[in-house]
Every structure is written in C-alpha cells, then in structure tokens.
C-alpha cells in the first residue's frame, strides 16, 4: 500500500542509480503516460533530461502549447517542439486506407524522432511512458494471444532503431497509479484526466484522406465539443468522447442560399476497459447547444451527427 510520494520517492532513486550523470531522451506526446515520466525524469535529473515533441499537424486545439506551456514555461523542463505539420501532411496525401496511414504517421514519427534525437549530443537514455497494461499487452501480442485489430504505436519501434537504454520508471503502475502519480508531481488535474488520445492522433477521426483543412475544422468543432462537455459535467462522466470529421457534403440553408458543406459527428462513450462501451445518453439539451454552435460558429459545417453505436461491433473511433 503505497502512497503517490512515496513512489515517486522510490522511483527518483531507482531513476538517478540507473542514469547516473548521463543523458536521457524523452518523447513527450502530451499525452498522460509520457506527462508523467516527463515530470518525475525532471524531479530526478532536472538538466539531463531532454524532450522531443514532435507536433505532427494533427493534434488536438492548442494542444502543442499547452505542452510547451505547462513543461517548458511552467515546470523548466527542456523541451525541444519540432514543426512536422507539413511533413506528416506531404506523407499522408493521397492515402485513405486507415491502416496504412497509422503505418504512415507512426513512421514518419520515428524519422523525425530519430533526426531530433541525432542532434543531441551524448544521450545514453531513452525513457518511454510504458504501463503495466502494455508490458502485459505486448507480451501476448508476442506469443499470439491478443487480437490486434490495429496497430498502436505507443510501443515498440524506438528502442530497435535507438540502439539506447530504455528508463521506463511506469512500468509496474496501473492507469489510475500513473494519474495520481502526475498530480503528486504538480501536473494539472485536466492534463493528468484527460481523455485518451490515440498515437496517429486526428488521423483516423478524419475519415479517408487527410488533408489541413479537415484538421482545422475538427479541431475546432471538438474544441466545442469538449468544452460543452466540461462545461456541464459530462466531461468526467464520459470515458471518451471525440469529433469526428466526414469527408461527404450535406445541404444547408443559409440566408436565402443553399450551401455544401461537411459533415461532423459526435462521439462519446462509457467503457471501463475500452474493450467494449455504450454510447453515452448525453442529454438532448447538451447536443442541442454543441450542434447549434459548431454550425453556427464554423464555417464549412453545415450538419452534425451524434454517434448512437455500441462497441462492439463499432469501434470507438472511425476508423
Ligand atoms: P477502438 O477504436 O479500437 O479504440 O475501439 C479503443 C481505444 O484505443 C484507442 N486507439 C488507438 N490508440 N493508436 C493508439 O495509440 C491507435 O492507432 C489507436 N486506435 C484506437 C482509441 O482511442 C480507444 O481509446
């Protein structure tokens, strides 16, 4: 029975014995797991900890400043933001298969990693935010066991092409371990119980291909979407909950004239495992105000959806 200091405390020691005076390299992500090693490598090796976050163009509103706000500003925490937008969209165009454009985001992630990582002198160390749950997972997906319906990419990849030592200092922590580890550690509570967010990002919530101008409509139609959520408490009585953009043009009114415009749906889900989920029974009220302000705000939307499917067999995301 372990209290949240007391890991921490266990965890700088284990952390300072392995690495020494040595360096260590950190993709931070945003993301809980990655947020939480960052913050506990920072209490344990202050300088000797550098972060890469790489922003790959589909990310959530803001997402890349509040990173930057909250470890670089805030906490002091090196961290080094690469601007990939253009990359992973030059990579991505023309492709719509769902799996091959995870392969795509996941690799084009590596490359630029790699390339950040090889400008940075004498790193020994690369830490990585695995959970126990992964541990767990990639050991059955390695004698068969698991189903793997699509293709994560929290883990994996980078130790092979790295050739460095791995820190993983979440390895033996629980989810909700982690979460109260981060809050311990000075984290923002909203950071710290956020939503999960998938690796390949708004890349399999705009359905088929990618392009800027459907990431930038997302991102602000989910941006509404969350905040409503927030707003009236139905943000943490939600297991996830998302916009999801739909390449197909559906008729408005607007004025005297009629207009194309896209397609947005909304999702959100109660799950405990995320293996299955109903859809959540938000009040009528709530999607009345996020629909009629994602219309009335955004240009370019002119009809949204709400998403009444249970997993299985739908998914939680689109694609
Ligand atoms: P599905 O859509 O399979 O999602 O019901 C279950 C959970 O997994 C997340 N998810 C992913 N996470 N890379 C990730 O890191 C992925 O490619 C990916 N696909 C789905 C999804 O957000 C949900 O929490």
């Known amino acids: 029975n372990w ?16 690495v020494g005076e040595r360096h ?21 090796l202050g300088d000797q900890l550098t972060c890469v976050f790489v922003d790959n163009g589909l990310l959530r509103k803001d997402e890349g400043e509040q990173v930057m706000e909250t470890f670089s500003r805030h906490m002091g925490v090196r961290v080094i933001r690469v601007d990939a937008e253009q990359r992973f969209l030059d990579k991505l165009r023309g492709e719509s298969d769902p799996e091959a454009k995870r392969k795509i985001i996941g690799n084009t992630f590596i490359e630029v990693f790699d390339e950040e990582a090889g400008k940075i002198d004498n790193v020994d160390f690369l830490a990585q935010g695995t959970i126990y749950p992964d541990v767990i997972e990639s050991a059955a997906s390695k004698t068969g066991k698991a189903h793997v319906i699509k293709s994560h990419h929290n883990v994996g990849g980078l ?78 009585k939600t297991s ?26 909304l999702r959100a889900v109660e799950t405990v495992d995320f293996m299955t989920a109903r859809w959540a ?34 998914t939680i995301e689109w694609e």
């Open 281 to 314: 029974h938000l009040p009528y009220e709530l999607l009345e105000t996020v629909s009629n302000r994602i219309i009335n705000e955004m240009e370019g939307v002119s009809r949204v959806t709400y998403d009444v499917s249970s997993k299985p067999p739908a």
């Open 240 to 265: 996830q909950a998302f916009a999801v953009f739909l390449p197909v043009k559906s008729v408005g009114v607007v004025g005297d004239g009629r207009r194309y415009e896209w397609v947005i749906a």
């Open 3 to 18: 209290t949240p200091a007391q890991i921490i405390e266990d965890q700088v020691a284990r952390v300072r014995e392995q």
């Open 24 to 44: 260590v390299l950190l993709g931070l992500s945003g993301g809980v797991d990655s947020s939480v090693v960052a913050a506990l490598l920072h209490r344990a």
């Open 159 to 236: 130790p092979e092409t790295m050739k460095l030592k791995l820190v993983e200092p979440l390895r033996e922590l629980f989810k909700d371990e982690v979460r109260r580890l981060g809050v311990e550690l000075g984290l923002p509570a909203d950071m710290v119980y956020r939503h999960p967010f998938p690796g390949p990002g708004l890349g399999v919530r705009i359905l088929g291909e990618i392009k800027k101008e459907y990431a930038d409509i997302l991102r602000d139609a989910d941006a509404i979407f969350i905040e409503e959520l927030r707003r009236s408490g139905w943000y943490d």
